[in-house]
């Protein structure tokens, strides 16, 4: 691909389920596919496929499908993952730790740090990483260049250590806080609103015509 | 509103984001909002706004704006936040923890039971609630009818449990590992897939251009 393409994002959101699939994909069986199994595999039509892999100039080959290893390749590139991410996270508290617990199983991102307020916190260590105080995160960013900020301190303090990651050079926000973070226009946020996403599933149960 | 409407995914996934602005907002001031000033507060166009609620038949009134305290109860009937759902949390790990505590926060979910198969954590309280052995799963759900089913174990076993729960009566299920889980038809599925909204921030870092 030359030209980089504008691609929407709706086929960007759908883009981490393929290239989980196609991993799993290469573990497990051959190095082809064709749309047909491919969207059997991700519940989307093979229409569907062929739309959204065209969007970014990839084609299948006719009677033959698509070469596994390199749509993964493909896709990568495209969601940024041929380089490693450094990330901290604020605030150590459950969903923070359980954060850093999670991060482990993934292959592009890397914790670099751990920061709380809290005296009972900081000094712990999760995942091999101590947690340090929230005051030292200045210090930190400045000798140690990271790409994100995940938030994970209480409602209140959300907008602030967002404000002290943006003026130390962190590009994107991954926001576990119920607050709509305020950021410049050049950094990316990222909201996982847990209350959201449960009250969406109460109401498809509340009633099924809602669809 | 007598006869239910059908209302778009795209309007059901805004509505928590109305449900709690407005919360606050009956806290914190006036009892009547105009579609401007809550597309605002919102990040929405006032056209957005009252597109959005005349979807289910709700409009303003001319010059006087939205009442709050209305719009809040008709927001929360379409939510179906007008009843309690009981749940469960399979799976005592990092997640499963952050989750039972985050729920405290929550006015219309009620933690009834954690689960775990380890017996380090059997016995464990979160919450005031005790961590119970998954062989005491289905005896639990026929005792305490239950809505919600929370998926917080390993993927490997991710779909046997929710298997068990769909088996005695769970109807909706919160699924926060990486699988793509089958539920029957009647059950509603919500993903929190972590993994996929981190590969989506890196993507929009990765270049602007995709957008």
Redesign the interface.
Known sequence: MGR?K??S?SV??R???Y??YLRELLKNDGDRISSKKLGEG??FTATQIRQDLNCFGYFGQYGLGYNVNELLKEIGG????SKE?KMIIIGA???G???A??IK??L??KLAGIFDVNPKLIGLEIQDIEVIDIKELANFLKATPT??GIVCVPKNNAQIVTDMMVENGI??I?NFT?V?LEVPE?I?L?N????????????????????
Chains 1, 2 share one sequence.
């Open positions: 980089k504008i691609i994002m960007i959101r883009l981490p389920k290239h989980r991700l519940g495209i969601l940024g993952l991410y508290g459950n969903i730790q359980a954060i617990n999670h199983f993934q592009y991102f790409d994100i590009k994107g991954w119920s709509d050049e990316i990222e996982v609103h847990l209350s959201e996403s449960l009250v969406t599933l109460s109401c498809l149960m509340n009633s099924r015509t809602y669809l």
